[in-house]
């Protein structure tokens, strides 16, 4: 173990690793209690039908087989989903997309659960599907959800500032375009997973891989009828959820099936293809932008529209639109702009949480266009970026104040100065035989927290040990991006011992505290702020115990440190067991609820667009650059150098700082060029790993990182979050690289080797 | 599924076949044993022919290379005599699948599997490789591009197991090259892949031009009537780039999941440059 | 089916149906959850033990395939609890975030290692290119591997 004495700002190395790495940490889908009943789902085979019958009996007495369960074995509500519960633990009336879960068999084994989720018959009768949004809001579309007054769409807005129609027209330049999003696949490692078990006292306890188990019992108690105050969710490590484990994916068949198998332990773990079939994935959509400015280089009209398709049920449908709606601008000052938003509902698959969360769709879209139009004037794309970059205190053109720390001016710079962009001109000349080269840069922003749609609250405790060490209640989920790990490195700053001074225990409904979702970059800001609080209070606590204990005058005179205290005075030294052991258990434990800021303004947007989170209030930054060669022979796309500039404040660990920016950039080259996910009529095509390709180590290059720190004063030590951003800028910045080595934009992505080879040859014949 | 057989002799193996007779043969079941997962085999009696060490030597004898059903793709690689005599299967093996798929899987296996994306497969037929097939009575010899009739389809009878793979040292001075596109660089099926074993003379014109294709139709194709156009030509840009053009207008590729026909066809075309990029 | 084998130095005899997967024999009946499954069809590395000293694909492997055999899962890797020095070198290095392809991860190493005592990194991402990770980018993970071979070189 280390024994760093101040770790904010130093690499400290993860608590978690050593348990991980030795494969003694036990994720959800590792437990296998005693006496275990396998649960898995029978699902929708149609994309859109009404259920006539279900038909259960030919497995209901299959050896082997426990029982069987329809939606008519629900209590509750059996609803779930945030912020609109729309979304049945089991169909009842109808199925919405071929992957609905109609029908939950209880077995013995994995061969005879299968063998029983075949023999189930349902009756469908297939009603009119619709796949695509567009054709889902036209007049005649068939309806999904009906008694909707807004039919199939979730949601819709408008956010305008000023007169951007009539700007347009007084612009120098104009660059229009429409661009295609596709899904993303989280593709976590650990899918879903996890245990659960009634008790002898009606305690419902389940185990699973989750981001949200507070919301999850929430969700629970409404939905299967069951008390709130006897459900416990607990979330070990995640085996990675990057927003596809934020809600309910397996809990609610889980509650469902524990709450009907005797007592009887069971377990559920989706296989890769289940998962494939019924998780949410990132939403595509279509963006179109027209961006107009003046010669002098400055950006003044942007036309923005948004269409997201957010499949079968709502999800978090509403607020990815707002956030997307929200990051439309970008990084710039735009004096007049026009966005409008539509998250449609189709029988395709549900459109959830994914890093991002919006942005990198529109910021895919904006950032090729700043290229288009900077060309347009004979600008430098960099110089046309510094010209139109917000600083603290301006709006955006989506009209969201930059209020708090805001360094994207310095990112850029930071670019601007690097060898791999001063050298471009070089670097690209110099390409060899067959090869072209390309670089392309792209800069964004991603906005922390819930912003004003939910209150952002986390609650922190931690506890004195009898023994002198420190105990952290874990509220937020940890899923690898290493709020755990942090924590303990914040508690150990403030109070003055060594990593190993501490405990953790993982988020517990019954141990620990509410502390919102691991979600929305938020996880070290919001908890982290309130562990720091909650240390200082503790902190407090045991110095004026000491002095009670009439082992000084004054606080101030003890300085704490690992297992110990140093009364600075007179030399002496006292173990912390000893104050520990002088406290009443009550006064060893220390809470602290922090409220996260929100930004109250504009209220000039639509109130649904604003209940959804728009805008937000702290926004890390973040600038990419990507050096592509574009194999002629093949169309294929390697990416020989990449950089991220980031703004995320202080840095609180270098090396888990590096962790996210590495990580996330990776996720982005894998949206950019390789994750083509296939649909044909909501049928899945690309179902598992042999044809959803994600990139292996061969296919990605080292990425330098730089850390642009500014101070964020409302995030602990001066950090915000930094989860998201470092996903948001891979696919514009590797798809300008390729339009300037190929001469022309590309606007359907993924930009696969099979799009730019055919691409290249039409160019060839012209 | 249930019972798994290893025997340890061709004998023990004939008797196991005999008394079940509907016995799937697992060679390294990175194949076998993805199908019966996605259910597109059903579960059966499996017969698995790893212990069986006749099958797994490399040897060179009267001008042949030798090279045992069930040696691994790592194997290939690892050894002196394919790397130095047959550069262009380890050049395939070098792009198969991924470390531990290497470890697991065999040539025979590959061939067995008749998969038009088979990595083994274009080299094999560059090579002019022959099968040697057995069962429990007596062996026959068959050429690889007779032995694989379809996509998946072989003609290995119900009672035989390939053997060994015997394929004639490829004259002095000859050059050797495989080319696979897939959809990443490693863990990838082939979408277009390519095959070529040239012989020169000594003033560099070529004697001898083998091409052969993978992932661009049933099985794997050659089209000797293009590859002859190549005697006396010396290599160039131009020659490469005319010899895509004719053979991506014979070979008869797919659209699927991973790749379009067009693609794939148009892959064709300019796979032979690959070769003319590799010697600048 | 009566198996005999080696599991991290410790033989065992287990009674269990042949064609049963190595990966639910190694988590479910014998408790070592260590390796992990993420896809099922050899495409994601994650099951990845050691079978005589091989890495290989434990989801890919039926039980009856053990008899004989010397295994080494992650567990068998630091016995006493002491990390073996690439496992040190991962944690050191910052090369676990999740950690679910981690223990994968290790196997693939120690196998590069055996075969190859000094690579590359460019060596060290190809005989990583069998194990998928979602959360690194891959790039912490060769630091650690470089660090660990170089470290191993050093004690020779």
Same mark, same amino acid.
């Given at each position: ?766 | ?131 040697? +097939? ?147 | ?6 599991l991290n130095g410790i033989k065992q005899e287990i009674d269990c149906l042949p064609d049963r997967r190595v990966v639910d024999l190694l988590r479910e009946e014998l408790g070592y959850t260590g390796t992990k499954e993420a896809c099922g069809s ?14 290989? +694909? ?84 060769i630091d650690a591997v470089e660090s660990a071979a170089a470290e191993m070189r050093d004690k020779l």
């Amino acid at each position: 173990m280390t024994t760093y004495a101040s770790p904010i700002g130093s690499s400290l190395k993860r608590v978690d690793g050593p348990g991980k790495i030795s494969g003694l940490e036990k994720y959800a889908a590792d437990y296998y209690p005693d006496n275990f009943l396998w649960a898995g789902a029978k699902r929708s085979d149609h994309p859109h039908a009404l259920i006539k019958e279900i038909d259960i009996s030919p497995v209901r007495n299959l050896p082997g087989i426990f029982a069987v369960l329809t939606h008519e074995d629900i209590k509750g509500a059996n609803r779930v989903g945030v912020p609109e519960m729309d979304q049945p633990v089991l169909a009842d009336r109808k199925v919405l997309y071929k992957g609905d879960p109609v029908a939950l068999v209880l077995a013995e084994n994995k061969t005879v659960l299968q063998e029983a989720i075949d023999k189930i018959v349902i009756k469908y009768e297939p009603l009119p599907a619709v796949f695509d949004p567009e054709a889902a809001l036209a007049e005649n579309a068939p309806l999904l959800h009906e008694n909707r007054n807004d039919k199939n769409l979730l949601l819709g807005g408008r956010v305008v500032r000023g007169n951007s129609i009539a700007a347009m027209s007084e612009c120098d330049a104009v660059a229009e375009a429409d661009f295609q999003l596709p899904w993303q696949e989280h593709a976590y490692l650990e899918t879903e997973a996890g245990v659960a078990r009634v008790d002898e006292e009606g305690i419902l306890a389940i185990i699973a891989s989750t981001q949200t188990p507070w919301r999850d019992r929430n969700e629970l108690a409404y939905a299967l009828g069951w008390p709130l105050d006897k459900i416990r969710v607990i979330a070990p490590y995640l085996g990675g959820g990057f927003g596809g484990k934020d809600g309910i994916t397996v809990q609610g068949l889980l509650g469902l099936a524990a709450l009907h198998s005797g007592g009887r332990p069971v377990k559920m773990w989706n296989s890769r293809e289940e998962s494939f079939l019924s998780s949410t994935k990132r939403h595509p959509g279509r963006v179109h932008y027209e961006l107009g400015c003046k010669k002098d280089g400055t950006l003044y009209a942007m036309n923005c529209r948004i269409v997201l398709d957010t499949g079968a049920y709502a999800s978090l449908g509403g607020p990815v639109l707002a956030l997307a709606m929200e990051h439309a601008a970008g990084v710039y000052r735009i004096p007049h702009a026009l966005i409008e938003g539509f998250s449609v509902y189709t029988n395709n698959p549900v459109g959830g949480a994914f890093r991002g969360f919006g942005a990198p769709q529109v910021l895919a879209g904006l950032e090729q266009m700043m290229d288009i139009l900077a060309d347009k004037i004979a600008w430098d794309p960099l110089a046309f970026r510094l010209k139109n970059a917000v600083m603290r205190g301006d709006e955006t053109g989506a009209g969201v104040w930059m209020s708090n720390s805001t360094a994207i001016i310095p990112c850029l710079e930071k670019l601007q100065e690097h060898p791999l962009w001063t050298s471009r001109q070089a670097w690209v000349s110099q390409a060899p035989p067959f090869k072209l080269r390309g670089v392309g840069i792209a800069a964004g922003l991603q906005g922390t927290g819930y912003g004003p749609m939910v209150a952002d609250i986390a609650n922190a405790k931690i506890e004195l040990l009898p023994d002198g060490r420190f105990r952290i209640y874990s509220g937020v989920a940890d899923m690898g991006q290493g709020n755990n790990p942090t924590n303990v490195q914040i508690a150990a700053e403030v109070l003055g011992q060594t990593a190993d001074c501490f405990e953790l225990i993982q988020p517990d409904t019954l141990q620990t505290l509410p502390s919102g979702s691991s979600a929305a970059s938020r996880t070290t800001y919001s908890y982290g702020n309130a562990l720091k609080a909650a240390a200082l209070q503790l902190k407090e606590r045991i110095l004026t115990r000491a002095c009670n204990m009439g082992m000084g005058l004054y606080a101030e005179d003890f300085l704490l440190s690992s297992g110990r205290l140093n009364h600075l005075p007179s030399g002496r030294e006292i173990p912390l067991g000893l104050v520990a052991a002088s406290m009443r258990p009550e006064e060893r434990v220390s809470i602290y609820s922090y409220t996260a800021p929100v930004n109250r303004y504009p209220d000039k947007i639509n109130p649904n667009i604003r209940a959804a989170g728009f805008p937000h209030r702290v926004f890390a930054f973040a600038c990419h650059l990507a050096r592509v060669q574009i194999d002629e022979l093949t169309g294929e796309v390697e990416i020989s150098d990449y950089l991220a500039a980031t703004d995320a404040g202080k840095v609180l660990n270098p090396q888990l700082y590096e962790q996210q920016v590495q990580g996330g950039a990776v996720q982005g080259m894998g949206y950019a060029l390789w994750e083509d996910f296939k649909l044909d009529r909501g049928e899945l095509m690309t179902r598992n790993l042999a044809t959803y390709i994600l990139p292996t180590s061969m296919d990605v290059p080292d990425i330098l990182s730089i850390a642009v720190e500014s101070v964020e004063e409302s995030g602990p030590f001066g950090m915000k979050g930094i989860g998201e951003i470092v996903i948001n800028l891979a696919l514009p910045a590797i798809a300008n690289g390729i339009a300037r080595a190929v001469g022309q934009h590309i606007f359907k992505s993924p930009l696969t080797a099979e799009q730019l080879l055919l691409i290249l040859e039409k160019r060839a014949a012209e | 599924m249930s019972q798994v057989f290893l025997p340890h002799t061709l004998e023990e193996l004939w008797t196991i076949k005999q008394e079940n007779p509907a016995a799937l043969i697992m060679a390294g079941g990175t194949d076998l044993l993805v199908k019966i997962r996605d259910r597109k085999l059903p579960p059966a009696v499996i017969l698995a022919l790893e212990n069986i060490a006749e099958l797994r030597q490399i040897e060179r004898q009267d001008g042949e290379i030798c090279i045992g059903s069930m040696v691994t793709h790592q194997q290939l690689l690892d050894s002196p005599i394919i790397q130095t005599q047959l550069p262009v299967l380890h050049q395939a093996v070098a792009v198969l699948g991924s470390p531990p798929i290497r470890h697991m899987g065999t040539i025979g296996g590959n061939i067995c599997t008749a998969s038009p994306a088979g990595d083994t497969l274009p080299p094999l037929y560059v090579l002019n490789a022959g099968l040697e +097939l057995k069962n429990a009575a007596a062996g026959r010899l068959l050429p690889i591009q007779d032995f694989i009739q379809g996509p998946g389809q072989t003609l290995l009878g119900s009672n035989e197991i390939l053997y060994k793979i015997r394929i004639p040292i490829p004259a002095p001075h000859s050059h050797g090259f495989y080319f696979k596109v897939g959809q990443r660089k490693a863990l990838a099926i082939a979408i277009c892949s390519m095959a070529s074993l040239l012989q020169f003379a000594e003033d560099k014109r070529i004697l001898e031009g083998r091409f052969a294709w993978g992932s661009t139709g049933p099985t794997v194709m050659r089209f000797p009537e293009v590859e002859n156009t190549l005697i006396g030509e010396k290599l160039s840009p131009i020659i490469l780039g005319r010899l895509g053009q004719s053979m991506a207008a014979l070979v008869s590729p797919i659209s699927d999941v991973r790749a379009s026909a067009e693609y794939r066809r148009l892959l064709a075309s300019k796979l032979p440059l690959k070769i003319w990029q590799s010697l600048i | 089916m009566k198996i005999a084998f080696e599991l991290n130095g410790i033989k065992q005899e287990i009674d269990c149906l042949p064609d049963r997967r190595v990966v639910d024999l190694l988590r479910e009946e014998l408790g070592y959850t260590g390796t992990k499954e993420a896809c099922g069809s050899g495409e994601c590395g994650a099951c990845t033990i050691l079978v005589d000293g091989v890495s290989k +694909l434990s989801c890919l492997m039926l039980a009856a395939q053990l008899q004989g055999r010397s295994i080494t899962t992650i567990e068998g890797m630091s016995p006493g609890k002491k990390l073996h020095p690439i496992q040190q070198a991962f944690v050191d290095k910052g090369a676990v975030q999740c950690g679910f392809c981690s223990p994968g991860m290790l196997m693939a190493t120690v196998d590069l290692l055996q075969r190859n005592p000094a690579p590359d990194r460019q060596q060290i991402r190809a005989a990583l290119s069998g194990n998928l990770c979602r959360c690194t980018g891959y790039q912490k993970i060769i630091d650690a591997v470089e660090s660990a071979a170089a470290e191993m070189r050093d004690k020779l």
